[in-house]
């Protein structure tokens, strides 16, 4: 999807519009006062104070109608500078372009006009109001002024706007498909979590089906790690402030932590990340060079403090699982270690199917003296390690400056989803900083105590994230055995004891095959609890009639398909266990 910032074209009409999109409002509410209307990522939007009036969609409506008179009318855009006493003066009923003056020098100020409208404004804008037509406000929402609590709340309008109406249709069926792909409405839709502002928002609760999805996930990963040695711990939520201290974690990452919590004289926080429990746990006993590699991972709950306004679902929140795990190694050991961390995440992807990614190698900002452990030598050597590494293991990477952890270098796997920007999914980071701080030893060959080296990895990065990211990209047209309910069975009638019999008998089956089955013998038309099934994306639903009872068949329809199929009851349980088995990717 088009990322109206970054193209310079579309960043200046979409200022434009927003313009437009002002002076029709005036137009309708006299009394509106602005605040700021910048263009964002998504395309615009405008900060307006209309008193006590509230928008709805019949406002935004009548907006839209009189954007489009506004754009009919022609009015050129013409760019005044202004002395900032002109503007004082200019706009001196309006508070929030007096505040924004405020803060600004005279002599560089600039306003455009368009017809009986005047904005302040930087700029640059198009030449006329009538290149804004092909436009359309998403969305509507109440913000408070400059994101502040104690401030009044104002009126935020999104929209967009293009060169041409082809394109801008062509970007609405997008956001019509990215709505329907919206992991948010999936969860709703098939009840897999929920979330609600008296326990916190940001908070996340999974559901009965939803946390089913998040065990086969948490099993999945565990059960490869395993088999690469890794040994599973369970860690607190919580430390104590002198534990973030000691991690540097309370001078580099305090902002994106909760308050400390005071208890018998002492600090509490909740934790932001798991390394310092786990620079512990290493620490708890004395280690040989023959001991390492030592690879401790856990499913962590963590704690961040994020931005109201960049909360989304669970795949961005306040509380989230990581897929944790710190490696401590040698120094000899980086390159083979590293290696099978990368191994593991790209084995993961083809299990999943996934294959929209590119490999950044995100550096620190050496001008950047608050965010990053301050040691030049120590940052030097883990970058061109790290750079040497994926260098020789052959990863085509970029490299991103001022991305890297306070504490050192990092690859970041990042994933290009069906819809919205690309994240960071996966993360493999070098650290010769904390086990440092911690004094974290080793005896080597020569019987001398050596400080080990750690690698952060998480593969899944959070299953919360991960979760998401699979129900965008399946639409939550999950694969059979990651999916919540797997079978459905639905006699056909709900008042024949023989069929229902026989429906419980298949049911029994396949929960005895470990199979996850639902019976949906409700008094309902069975067109009705077809198309609930349907909706819950139940990959195989199960029709039972008198001729599957009298010929001991099922007949099953695959999630997204109207054609049936009938089997034995033997093949269908065979069938779906392979499938489950194999962890077969639906195409």
């Known amino acids: ?34 605040w700021v209307g910048p263009v964002v990522a998504e395309g615009f939007y405008y900060d307006i104070d209309l008193g006590d009036d509230v928008i709805n969609e019949e406002d935004i409506a009548a907006i839209e109608k009189e954007m489009k008179k506004v754009c009919k009318s022609g009015k050129k855009i013409i760019r005044r500078e202004i002395s900032k006493e002109e ?17 600004l020098e005279d002599g560089n100020i600039t306003c455009y006009d368009q017809g009986d409208f005047t904005d302040l404004c930087r700029g640059p804008h198009v030449d006329n109001v009538k290149l804004c037509k092909n436009f359309k406000l998403i969305k509507h929402s109440g913000v408070y002024w400059k994101g502040d609590a104690k401030n009044k709340v104002l009126q935020r309008i999104y929209g967009v706007c293009f060169p041409t109406p082809e394109e801008l249709a062509d970007h609405l069926q997008l956001l019509e498909e990215a709505k329907e792909r919206d992991h948010r409405k999936i969860g709703k839709d098939m009840q897999l979590f929920m979330v609600d502002d008296l326990i916190g928002r940001g908070l996340p609760m999974f559901l009965p089906k939803g946390y089913t999805v998040w065990q086969e996930l948490e099993n999945y990963i565990k059960e490869k790690e395993r088999k690469l ?6 860690t607190p939520c919580v430390g104590t402030v002198n534990l973030y201290k000691t991690s540097g974690h309370w001078d580099h990452y305090k902002e994106n932590m909760f308050p400390a919590m005071e208890v018998e004289g002492e600090s509490f926080v909740l934790r932001p990340m798991n390394c310092p429990h786990h620079m512990m746990i290493y620490a708890n006993q004395m280690h040989s060079y023959k001991d390492l590699p030592i690879r401790i991972g856990e499913i ?20 989230f699982c990581q897929n944790d795990a710190h490696l401590f190694v040698t120094p000899e050991q980086i390159k083979d270690e590293f290696s099978k961390v990368v191994d593991l995440i790209f084995d993961v992807y083809k299990d999943f199917g996934i294959t929209d990614y590119r490999c950044v190698l995100s550096l620190r900002d050496p001008e950047d003296t608050e965010k990053y452990h301050q040691d030049d030598e120590m940052w030097n050597n883990a970058e061109n390690a790290l750079r040497e590494v994926m260098n020789d293991l052959g990863i085509e990477y970029t490299e991103e400056i001022g991305e890297a952890a306070f504490y050192g270098p990092k690859l970041d796997v990042n994933v290009k989803p069906a819809v919205g920007n690309e994240y960071t999914l996966s993360t493999c980071q070098l650290d010769f900083c904390l086990p440092a701080k911690f004094e974290l030893t080793y005896v080597d060959r020569d019987g001398s105590k050596k400080t080990p080296v750690v690698l ?4 899944l990065g959070s299953l919360d994230r991960f979760m998401a990211y699979i129900l965008e990209e399946t639409k939550g047209n999950l694969p059979l055995w990651l999916a919540p309910t797997q079978v459905k069975v639905l006699p056909v009638k709900n008042d024949d004891e023989e069929l229902i019999e026989y429906a419980r008998e298949i049911c029994n089956l396949l929960d005895d095959e470990n199979v996850r089955v639902e019976l949906d013998d409700r008094p309902e038309k069975l067109g009705y609890r077809m198309r609930e099934g349907q909706l819950e994306k139940v990959p195989y639903l199960l029709v039972l009639g008198k001729n599957e009872v009298n010929d001991r068949t099922v007949t099953y329809r695959l999630h997204g398909q109207q054609q049936t199929t009938t089997v034995s009851v033997d093949e269908f349980v065979t069938m779906v266990k392979d499938e489950i088995k194999t962890k077969k990717i639906n195409k």
């Open 1 to 34: 999807m088009v990322n109206f910032k970054e193209n310079e074209e579309l960043s200046m009409l979409n200022h434009s519009c927003a313009h437009v999109m002002a002076q029709a409002v005036k137009h309708l509410y006299p009394h509106a006062k602005f």
């Open 87 to 103: 503007a004082l003066a200019l706009f001196k009923e309006d508070e929030y372009k007096l505040d924004l003056i405020s803060n």
């Open 229 to 234: 040695n890794y040994l599973h711990v369970m």
């Open 300 to 319: 962590a709950h963590d704690f961040r403090f994020e931005a109201s306004g960049t909360l989304k679902g669970i795949e961005r929140g306040r509380h």
């Open 456 to 459: 952060h990895r998480a593969i």
